[in-house]
């Protein structure tokens, strides 16, 4: 009794390896008798050496799919170019930081100026000291030159772009003492609320971390090149001199 089959068409010698062996040699489509068959395999299917038997795809419609997305790669790459520009500082940056500069510092200009000389319809020194007090600072007289002055030099240094991470710090300072007086009035300036002062102070915040911009005098210092470490040195700076102002010179 023969148990093994040498013959080149044996696989073994069991039944199953010869048939399995011959539908694997079989054409698509047909079975092991020559017969077209009911189902056959997509190019997926036998890439990937499974059988669908409800195959969403006809091989063309999948060969299609496939130069498709390959076309619409390759016009994507095209539309980039080969030597695609990386993405970086540019002119709209240092713009939109050179108009915020100005308006924020000019703002500051006016205030400073008023407070110090009296002019732009400003109270003055005096009449600004009057204030203070009513809004419960003592030392009114050393306070309103301290703070006419720092807005004065921290508008100054924002419209030439020059130490401008100190400037916005002066900024977010005075405006930080001024919401803790004007807590208790709530938000919203028509309410006589500190709306004004924390936008300003957020102004101020952004322009500490984002820097002056390549159109300033800070160009190329070394906070310029370091905004990130020198804002928060200066945020610390603007923390304590508030601290230090509602301290020294504000009354419960």
Same mark, same amino acid.
């Given at each position: 009794?023969?148990?093994?089959?040498? %013959?080149?068409?044996?696989?073994?010698?069991?039944?199953?390896?010869?048939?399995?062996?011959?539908?694997?040699?079989?054409?698509?489509?047909?079975?092991?008798? @020559?017969?077209?068959?009911?189902?056959?395999?997509?190019?997926?299917?036998?890439?990937?050496?499974?059988?669908?038997?409800?195959?969403?795809?006809?091989?063309?419609?999948?060969?299609?799919?496939?130069?498709?997305?390959?076309?619409?790669?390759? $016009?994507?790459?095209?539309?980039?170019?080969?030597? %695609?520009?990386?993405? @970086?500082?540019?002119?709209?940056?240092?713009?939109?930081?050179?108009?915020?500069?100005?308006?924020?510092?000019?703002?500051?200009?006016?205030? @400073?100026?008023?407070?110090?000389?009296?002019?732009?319809?400003?109270?003055?020194?005096?009449?600004?000291? $009057?204030?203070?007090?009513?809004?419960?600072?003592?030392?009114?007289?050393?306070?309103?030159?301290?703070?006419?002055?720092?807005?004065?030099?921290?508008?100054?240094?924002?419209?030439?772009?020059?130490?401008?991470?100190?400037?916005?710090?002066?900024?977010?300072?005075?405006?930080?003492?001024?919401?803790?007086?004007?807590?208790?009035?709530?938000?919203?300036?028509?309410?006589?609320?500190?709306?004004?002062?924390?936008?300003?102070?957020?102004? @101020?915040?952004?322009?500490?971390?984002?820097?002056?911009?390549?159109?300033?005098?800070?160009?190329?210092?070394?906070?310029?090149?370091?905004?990130?470490?020198?804002?928060?040195?200066?945020?610390?700076?603007?923390?304590?001199?508030?601290?230090?102002?509602?301290?020294?010179?504000?009354?419960?």
């Amino acid at each position: 009794m023969r148990i093994h089959d040498d %013959r080149p068409g044996g696989a073994g010698g069991y039944p199953d390896d010869r048939s399995y062996d011959a539908q694997a040699r079989q054409p698509a489509g047909a079975s092991a008798t @020559g017969a077209p068959t009911a189902k056959t395999q997509s190019l997926g299917a036998q890439k990937y050496n499974y059988y669908d038997d409800e195959d969403g795809y006809s091989d063309a419609e999948a060969t299609s799919l496939v130069d498709r997305r390959d076309s619409a790669l390759s $016009e994507y790459y095209d539309e980039l170019g080969p030597n %695609r520009k990386p993405f @970086g500082w540019n002119a709209g940056t240092d713009m939109g930081l050179l108009i915020l500069r100005l308006a924020v510092g000019g703002i500051f200009l006016a205030h @400073g100026a008023q407070k110090l000389f009296g002019v732009l319809g400003g109270p003055g020194p005096d009449r600004f000291a $009057e204030t203070l007090g009513d809004m419960g600072f003592h030392q009114n007289a050393v306070l309103a030159l301290i703070t006419g002055g720092t807005e004065l030099g921290a508008g100054a240094l924002l419209v030439l772009g020059l130490f401008t991470p100190l400037a916005g710090a002066g900024i977010v300072g005075l405006m930080a003492s001024a919401i803790f007086v004007k807590l208790g009035a709530g938000f919203f300036a028509a309410s006589g609320g500190f709306e004004l002062e924390a936008t300003l102070g957020a102004l @101020g915040l952004g322009l500490m971390f984002a820097g002056p911009g390549r159109v300033a005098l800070d160009y190329g210092r070394a906070w310029f090149r370091r905004p990130v470490l020198f804002g928060f040195i200066c945020l610390i700076i603007a923390a304590a001199a508030a601290a230090a102002v509602l301290i020294l010179f504000h009354r419960p």
